[in-house]
């Protein structure tokens, strides 16, 4: 059985884990206070271009999203997200259980808008209601599609314009910039969100997030948020030599560009077999559209997740390549696609 479930399915690159072994018996301070974590931070801010910002190294993307959310937000105060937005879906009501209300916006692709944000502020308009202030993207998407800058730019603007705040879930942002459709790069992000995170998880770590905040006024005792959800590790050293392998070289770019490169193949190898797309997704998630029967055959051989229902006969499915994803297997998954295709 392969796996194309997800893209934490496999340990850490091999490098991280060297990293691991050699640091270990060193000594430090814990909490995030030691020297690898220092270092990482230093090394982020100048990948960022930007001595300004904090960063802070959590363990996952729940956690990330709910102590930055519930830090950033008064009590009154609700974030806005995709329908597909991971705060909505799949955190287990985390954000709306430190008392904030997310509200759910019907989103083409995935992606917010100025006019669908519009909407919803003029649908909020006293305090009979909660107050949207927060803005939640995921980038890439959790359908895999990616902001292109000029989008990112009006959003930005129309969120300064109304005083909101702009948050980028970035557990898949390696995949998103260096996805071969994006304009974006790290550097513009302090420019344009306030806040954001970079993920280790999905991309080569064991595990953890680095959330950068961009605007001042979010940044004031953070770390007192963070050790009340939980989120400052006394072993935080693990997080800072994880980042700081990470990023001392092009690794985190060049991870993600495998994981791209193997959702390439797969997606002009399958439209070549006259497989439709449920959406078009330019990075590492894509979402074939399968005959049942097929879908049945490859599930002996092959882990993914069913999506959704697109007909009576068919569905699409998710596949989700990683940095650790391999190419013959990707061909054979092809390979089996197409025999099992063919004789339908
Ligand atoms: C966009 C996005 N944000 C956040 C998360 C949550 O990460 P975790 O499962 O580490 O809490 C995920 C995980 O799938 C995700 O896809």
Known sequence: MYSFKNDYSEGAHPRILKALMESNFVQEEGYGEDQFSINAIELLKERIGRTDVDIHLLTGGTQTNLTALSAFLRPHEAAMAASTGHILGHETGAIEATGHKVISIDALDGKLTPANIQAVLEAHPDEHMVKPKLVYISNSTEIGTIYKKDELQQLSHFCHENNLILYMDGARLGSALCSTENDLLMTDLPELVDAFYIGGTKNGTLLGEA????????????????????????????????????????????????????????????????????????????????????????????????????????????LVTSWATKKEMVEAFIDDVKVNIYSV
């Open 211 to 318: 959330l950068v905040i961009c605007r001042a006024a979010l940044k004031e005792e953070f770390r007192y948020h963070m050790k009340q959800k939980g989120a400052l590790l006394a072993k935080g050293r693990l997080l800072g030599i994880q980042f700081l392998e990470l990023f001392r070289d092009n690794l985190f770019f060049d991870l993600a560009t495998h994981a791209n490169q193997m959702a390439a193949i797969l997606r002009v190898e399958l439209t070549k077999a006259n497989i439709p797309f449920l959406n078009h997704s330019p990075s590492n998630q894509l979402f074939p559209i399968l005959p049942h029967s097929v879908i049945a055959d490859l599930e002996s051989k092959y882990a993914f997740h069913i999506w959704e229902k697109v007909d009576d006969d068919h569905s699409a499915i998710r």
